[in-house]
């Protein structure tokens, strides 16, 4: 059986059993690892370097609270580091570099086309794409991740949470991913409509960055700003994993954020499926 | 006195070997395998003011790299080389005034502004005076029939089009010597033809000295009385086309007309049957055997008519590519 | 009269304002782009005196007794805005095209014309949009020192020095970032693809948008001196703004050595830019095609 025809993604009903299925995916993945892997100057360099905010940020933070006394909106220096820690490893997940581009690219390229010709799912390629890349690259940064959160341990003045907290921690940081990769592709997959989304994706970018909490914790927000901003989704991919940890969230609220981000992840699911389809058949209407 | 004086030139550079697999490739990140190729070695060649010399060989046989060296653009491993008197990779203005280099495959005009624009960036560049700008500029583009193209950007022309502008920017500040590195790949028939014959006019009118490497037997035919072949970086022959063919083919065609009812049974234990197209039928012996077999067949069989070919240029060219292909993957050396 | 012997050299300028006519003539070309660029570029300066805005709402200054206020401190903000947006400017698109020209092999017509190579790479194209943020940085720059001249106690004061060095150390600046970011685009040759080019350039700058004295305290000493004497990014702003943002005198006893060390600075940055380009140049194999 050709590998194209083993390609069989989306749909179930398929003739396709799990097991090609599978091996496909599979086959998938592990070409997209391996293209990941093969740039190892650029793997070193670009782990290592991201840790070089940290520390301006580390000493501003330090600089600032010298001239006020006591908290900031009930974080303290260390509670602020720990927290900025705690949002590299949220974005981490949640980042996606050079999705939305690429797929704004191959629209523009016309090399999308293929997806029209090959039985392959475009969402769960690009997806399974993602989930390589981001192995590759935890396998390259858990080290300087550990190293640097242990050498910033005593940041963490409350210690590691409890066993509920951590495993709800984790989970957001999963859904964090998830939630990164479909609005990274929502924004790519409007390509099919503006063919030039270079400057649409900066925007978003900058809305992500601000409004995510990676440049500062939300709470620091006028409260209007502040709950305005926290109806959007991109504070999970973030501030929310962060918040978490520091224990800044109670257990019956922590419920209420997770069920919505299940329900924006949902929503933006949908969203997705719905542009892709649409998109793809403007495509193929071009006929070119 | 020539004009391009090479003397042993060699490049070889080291490529990182990817291996397949995912689990080499994971130990690619901490120990990686290198490999030498030898692009160019102990490449001698001298060329005379005027001439038009084309470079023949197959894909990654050097012909490419060593236009490279010639432009200075990357630095010999060993050996020298004399282009105008000027050593290529010491790069001096005066020496870059002087020639131009031409890639098939790459362009250097501005991709999003027309011709034009790129052009006066040139005249800039090379501080052309204006009045000769002006007039090279109009020369070329009637020559080259491109002169209401001037004004489009240059992402919106055919391929040829944009071929044809590349040229005339290599031109601008005529150039003494010219490197074209397959200047009509990708062209269709009519394009090729265009520029092969600018090329011929332009090259007898100023007398300038052209190196070309180039896939196309037509364009070599149609241009180039000298041809060097390069095959895994070394010259393997450089003389005349027609010389080309002599040293390395060691057969010929003997095309015969049958006479009518004549069959053709039996022929193959004389020579190798090639075609039978009755009353036609075309032979292939070997050049020591001509004579002899030629005077066996006649003598057998009714022929009408009788020629004695070469084989055709491309067929001798694929035999050479083939068994330099074949000869390269044995010569490259593994190392680490 | 005799003949004049024939140009050798370009003239450099005039080269460079054919670069800056073809860019503005393709920006042109693509207005809607333009706009967005510089309306996003604009945006993303605007977020970030937001950010401190917030800040200064919390605090009143950055570090105790460093003098930075809030427009103290924006003054050096504004001072970051110019410097960065004037490299982004002329030479940011340059430098990640040159990854890209030694990536694909482009560097080729580059090499061949008769011109300083360095030069033709550096100033190929200039992205006018992000001169946007230079208009900000100047408008913020100048409210800032609006704001300080008018306060009661210790107001500024306009001295004429300053209008000689606050352009000569913000082009001391420029070219420390410039010989920071030509060295990183040459370091493609070797490593291949240099996707990261970019965020190296941001986390390494992100060092010079922040006064110097936040670092003079407890691990951060090794890194001021790494930062102010081996790579020269942390003298990038806060000479200018300094200069610019407080009185010339009394000064603090290290501060007149330190404006002396980034003139010295931005030569050395220079000529190693300039080295570090010429070995990359050897080491270029051109990509065939």
Sequence with gaps: ?288 | MPIIEINNLSKSYRVYQKREGLLASIRGLFHREYRDVHAVRDVSLSVDKGEFVAFLGPNGAGKTTTLKLLSGVIYPTGGSASVMGYTPWVRENAYRRKFALVMGQKNQLWWDLPAQESFRLHQQIYRIDQRDFQSTLDELTELLDVSELLSRPVRELSLGERMKMELIAALLHSPEVLFLDEPTIGLDVVAQHNIQQFLRYYQEQRGITILLTSHYMKDIAALCKRVVVITDGTIKFDGSLAGVIDSFSGTKLVRLQLADRQSADGLEQFAEVESVELPKVTLRCEKSAVTKTLATVLQKYEVEDVSVEDPPLEEVIADLYATGAATEQATQEVSR | MPIPPEPQHPSYAKVFLTFARNSLVRDMMFRANFLIEAVSSLSWAVMNVGFYWIIFEHANSIGAQTGWEKYEFFVFMGTTWIINSIVQAFFMPNSEEFSELIRTGGLDFAMLKPIDTQFLISLRKVAWSSLANLVLGIVIVAISLAQLASRAEDPWQFQPAMLVLYPLYIACGVAILYSLMICLAATSVWLGRNQTLYDFWFYITNFSRYPMEIYARGWGLPLLVVFTFVIPVLVVVNVPARLLAEPLSPRASWEWPLAGFTLLATLGCLCFSRWVFRTALLSYRSASS
């Design chain 1, 1 to 288: 059986m050709s590998e194209a025809a083993a390609l069989d993604g989306g749909r179930p009903d398929e003739k396709a059993g799990l097991t090609t299925r599978l091996v496909c995916w599979w086959t998938i993945f592990r070409i997209a690892l391996e293209e990941r892997l093969a740039y190892r100057g650029d793997f070193a360099l670009g782990t290592l370097m991201r840790f070089l905010p940290i520390i301006t940020q580390i000493f501003l933070w330090w600089a600032i609270f010298e001239s006020i006394d006591g908290d900031l909106v009930g974080y303290s220096f260390p509670d602020m580091v720990a927290y900025y820690l705690l949002s590299m490893l949220g974005r981490a997940f949640s980042s996606m570099p050079g999705l939305a581009s690429t797929i704004a690219k191959q629209i523009r390229d016309g090399e999308l086309k293929k997806f029209l010709v090959q039985p392959i799912d475009l969402i769960g390629f690009f997806l399974l794409g993602r989930v390589a890349h981001k192995l590759a690259y935890y396998t390259i940064s858990t080290l300087p991740f550990a190293l640097v959160f242990y050498l910033c341990r005593d940041y963490f003045t409350d210690g590691w949470p409890s066993a509920y907290v951590m495993t709800m921690f984790c989970f957001s940081l999963i859904l964090a991913f998830l939630l990164g990769f479909f609005m990274d592709l929502c924004i790519g997959l409007i390509g099919f409509w503006f063919l030039e989304v270079s400057s649409l994706l900066f925007i978003y970018m900058l809305f992500n960055f601000f409004l995510s909490g990676h440049m500062f914790p939300l709470d620091l927000l006028p409260s209007g700003i502040q709950a305005a901003v926290s109806c959007l989704p991109f504070k999970y991919l973030a501030y929310l994993p962060a918040a978490i940890f520091l224990g800044k969230i109670d257990s019956e609220l922590l419920w209420i954020e997770m069920t919505t981000e299940v329900l924006w992840l949902v929503i933006l699911i949908c969203v997705a499926r719905l542009l892709y389809g649409r998109g793809l058949r403007r495509y193929s209407g071009y006929g070119g």
